[in-house]
């Protein structure tokens, strides 16, 4: 998923500011420039945005279902151009700078970019939060929890190290987490918690949830990082592990991190300019907010029922006016 806290996320699916600590900074009020609209589509776009709309899309899929439904809107309501870039968490927050994005539609954390984006370079601005409240942690199927039920524990992680050897872990356990660009506080956790563990990359979020899939299915041991919102919940079970206790101010040093991750309130994030020239496209995006049901169930449709993104976000649109009517600028 998915930056978190100091050090990223999903990092932090990873696809990701913490709850009562991290205050939403106030957007910018968006105005109306008196170039013609870059719009198409059946509503009456304005914008002072000469250009197509950029907007990043994030490896996984919960935010490439937020994505899909704001694309949605902005084409088919309001008549804008939308043009998505699949760039990582990274990525997106460079293109504020080389002007290849508007719009992170789902922001995990990710101090240290606010305060160079925002604070210092006053590239960017946070256009509140999303709707979605974010957990990041660590996972075992339904079944370990069972079999050994102080495994949830972290402080008995080093007994049942063994059984989550792998061929990449060698004699160590095995922790596996999904794309290394993720926020993630991992690698510091198992040596500040002196775990005997070794985090091992699957590469993407896909394979976090093939891991997830088949370790449930064949009741083979799993230790994996993982996060919420997040569709696979509605399918199988799986019990996150009790790290030690979040603080504020706890992973303020990544090095010296040595507990659980923060909830979050994910945000959205979009680049001054979008703000000061995005007219009715802005106000969109800074009204936009849905919850994590709302999200899976797109996401799932993308993922499991084989529509495309566009038409997962149609079918969403078309269910849910009630919702998403009061997003659209009057």
């Known amino acids: 998923m998915i930056g978190f806290g100091a050090a990223g996320r999903r990092a932090g699916r990873g696809p990701l500011a913490v709850i009562a600590a991290v205050a939403v900074l106030l957007p910018l009020a968006a105005c109306s420039g008196d170039t013609e609209p870059t719009g198409t589509g059946g509503g009456e776009a304005q914008s002072g945005l000469n250009r197509p709309i950029r907007l990043a899309i994030n490896p996984w899929v919960g935010y490439q279902a937020s994505a899909a439904v704001v694309k949605y809107l902005l084409e088919h309501e309001l008549g804008y151009q ?166 504020i101010g706890c992973d303020a040093d990544p090095k010296k991190v040595a507990c659980d991750y923060p909830p979050y309130l994910l945000d959205k994030i979009v680049s001054a300019d979008f703000a000061r020239n995005g007219g009715t496209a802005y106000e969109l995006v800074r009204n936009f907010q849905w919850t994590n049901d709302d999200q899976n169930a797109v996401a799932n449709d993308i993922v499991n029922n084989g529509l495309t993104p566009e038409q997962a976000a149609k079918k969403w649109v078309d269910a849910n006016k009630i919702v998403w009517q009061d997003w659209i600028p009057r």
């Open 82 to 247: 939308v043009e998505t870039k699949e760039l990582t968490e990274p990525d997106s927050w460079k293109g504020f700078e080389n002007g290849s994005v508007d719009i992170i539609i789902e922001n995990w954390g990710r101090e240290a970019e606010k305060k160079e984006y925002i604070e210092q370079k006053k590239l960017a601005v946070n256009a509140g939060p999303n709707g979605n409240i974010g957990v990041i942690g660590w996972y075992v199927p339904q079944w370990m929890a069972e079999k050994y039920p102080d495994i949830t524990d972290w402080r008995n992680l080093n007994k049942y190290a063994h059984l989550f050897r792998t061929a990449k872990s060698g004699d160590k356990g095995q922790l596996l987490d999904g794309d290394p660009t993720y926020v993630t506080n991992d690698e510091a956790l198992v040596r500040n918690l002196k775990l005997d563990y070794k985090v091992v990359y699957s590469g993407s979020e896909k394979a976090l949830i093939a891991a997830a899939k088949r370790a449930t299915r064949n009741k083979t041991p799993l230790l994996m990082y993982f996060y919420e919102p997040q569709w696979l919940f509605t399918q199988l079970k799986l019990v996150k592990v009790n790290l030690p206790p979040y603080a």
